[in-house]
């Protein structure tokens, strides 16, 4: 392995101590100087100004779930774009092609989805 | 002891922790925590082999979308009646033998891997990581990558089909 990568990820990783060790000082630190009285009225979750009244975890409509479904496929399609955009200069027109029929691939599968009026709320 | 060594150590630790944790944590939000935990130090992982793309990939999508999916999964079902008391499954022998099978398997993965050869390792594959993954799939793995995007056509147009059903089923509100 090279040594300017694993120099860089060095960098990285002071970057992550910093960003955990950020958010605890000043949380420790906040605690140190806030004064410190709790009560029932206070520890109640905000909701905007009602008053809640149930468990936050209710069960979801199925219609979240497809959309969360859609977003995963059409994420990992976004994935297998970056390679190929990135070496594009390299690849040529049967990249290109090879590209058309894999978005094609999908489209049909949005298609269907629309049609199933999976995109539609109510 | 590099630090490239001590790095392994702390992120195969936190993987394994993760892993753990989501089996033995009762709340399910929790169990999620963890399982994040353990996508990203495997990202981390990736990224110790050079394979800085696949590390990105990690991230965006199992620690982001898969766990957004396991979020919505979770929400979906009633999951209020799991935390009332917790009943031990099984009798000394049943734990016993799934003890041997997990030593047995661990010890064959290790004796499998240990001296495995993997060839000449990739010098050059931090250079322009995303760039060489590009040429490979696109002018020598063109077909596993057209039966991805097949296989992505499936799952779609099956969980269609899956949620619709139920969704249908059950009264509107």
Redesign the interface.
Known sequence: MGNVYANSYLIVFVFLCIGVLLPVGALTLGKLLRPHVPSEAKQTTYESGNNPFHDSRVQFQVRYYMFALLFVIFDVETVFLYPWAVAYNKLGLFALIEMLIFVLMLVLGLIYAWKKKVLQWM | MS??YL?FLALALVAITGGVLMLNLTKV?HMVIALVFTFISIAGLY?LL?AE?VAV?QV??YS???T??ML??I??????EEEGEKTTTGGFWRKALTAIAVFAFGIAVYLGVYRLDFGEEGARL???N??Q???A???HY?IP??I???I??V???G??IL??K??EG?PK?
Request: no cysteine; glycine share 8%; charged share 15%.
């Open positions: 630090g490239e790095a939000v990224v050079s793309f990939v965006l999508i982001g979308a898969v957004i999916m919505f999964g929400m979906l079902t009633r999951h209020q931090h250079e322009n995303t760039e993954i590009g040429m799939l696109y002018s063109t990558f057209e991805a995007s097949v992505l056509l799952a779609l147009v969980a269609i949620a619709k139920d969704d059950a509100s």
